[in-house]
């Protein structure tokens, strides 16, 4: 049998915060970012989101704030502005901003990349557009 990979290859996929956070701690998520070839993007304010939890996540886990800072820059990460993806900023806010507002740019970036969204949220299901948790797209990358 031919494995997903093989089917339909996964190049890129956009992050939200959530997957982030959880590879800045090393979590399984990181596997993604350090075992696959696929590029992960993500929106400028889910960067941002990363950056306000940082503090608490250190907290929580009992580590140094700086380390985290410092894996947070070493991800291979691309970053997209909100210009880059405005065209379709109306759309996600017609199909999340009821649900969920904070992932409308994250959507958006999604529908202009027509990539799917990497997230542990299910905010995101029933939308029309493709989503894994980090547990699908680890068993779809065969990681």
Known sequence: MRSLKTLNPLKKVAADANVI??????????KVFTESPVEVVTTHLN?????????????KY?????VLQTQLKLLPLEV??????????RQAEERIGRID????????????????IWTNDSDFQGLKI??????????????
């Open 130 to 143: 493709k989503t894994y948790t980090t547990a699908e797209l680890l068993k779809a990358l065969e990681i």
């Open 62 to 66: 009992t580590l140094e704030e700086k």
């Open 80 to 89: 997209f502005q909100r210009e880059f993806y405005q065209d379709f900023l």
């Open 101 to 116: 507002p904070d992932d409308i740019d994250l959507l958006a970036l999604g529908l202009k990349l027509n990539i799917p």
């Open 47 to 59: 960067l941002d989101e990363v950056q306000e939890y940082m503090p608490s996540l250190a907290s």
């Open 21 to 30: 956070l959880s590879a800045v701690i090393g979590k399984a998520a990181l």
